[in-house]
């Protein structure tokens, strides 16, 4: 820190706060830094600092990444729409396409529409195809399904018949036939 008069270096422990003066220094009137660009407000010295975070003749830097440009704070939403580093927004207009700054330029909600529209009915069509599909393989098996238990009911009945023969053919012949043979040569044919 330096004296205000002599300009000479001062020690911290060497100075003197008057709280008197520095409230009626806080209280004068004095003009935006901003002056210059336009802004006229005047507030008191004190509240200076908290002008200057709001003024809207204040310099800032774009925060965009990549862009260097420094805008007026009351222009930096108007700065940041029309920004080539600008993020990506939905079009206002609400056709749900997600734009960046060049592309704002020259969209057009119609043909953003239109072109959803024909990927979507695209996606309509190859889920259909892919249902239809399905639905061929379940037919398939369940025609498969169909045949093998019908060819099961002719077995099942085929040896309904065979038994009833079987006890009479036991009654006669008491070692009779094995049925183990019987299924093994029949529920090849099944299969």
Not at 39 to 63: I, M, N, W, Y
């Amino acid at each position: 820190m330096t004296c205000p008069c002599c300009r000479k270096e001062v020690k911290h422990k060497k100075m003197v706060h008057v709280n008197k003066l520095r409230k009626t220094i806080g209280r004068l009137e004095v003009k935006c830094k901003n002056a210059e660009a336009g802004c006229l407000v005047t507030c008191p010295l004190a509240h200076r600092k908290g002008h200057q975070d709001s003024c809207p003749f204040e310099l800032t830097a774009c925060p965009n990444d990549g862009c260097t440009v420094q805008v007026l704070r009351g222009v930096l939403a108007e700065h940041r729409q029309h920004c080539q580093h600008g993020t990506r927004q939905h079009c206002p207009l609400g056709c749900g396409a997600t734009l960046g700054p060049a592309e704002r330029v020259r969209h057009n909600c119609y043909h953003q529409l239109r072109e959803t529209w024909g990927q979507r009915q695209e996606r309509s069509r190859t889920l259909v195809l892919c249902l239809l599909r399905r639905m061929r393989k379940v037919h398939h098996a369940t025609n498969l399904i169909r045949q093998q238990l019908a060819q099961l009911g002719d077995f099942l009945e085929d040896d309904a018949l065979f038994l009833g023969a079987g006890q009479e053919e036991t009654e006669a012949n008491p070692r009779g036939s094995s049925r183990a043979e019987v299924w093994g040569i029949q529920g090849q044919n099944i299969l």
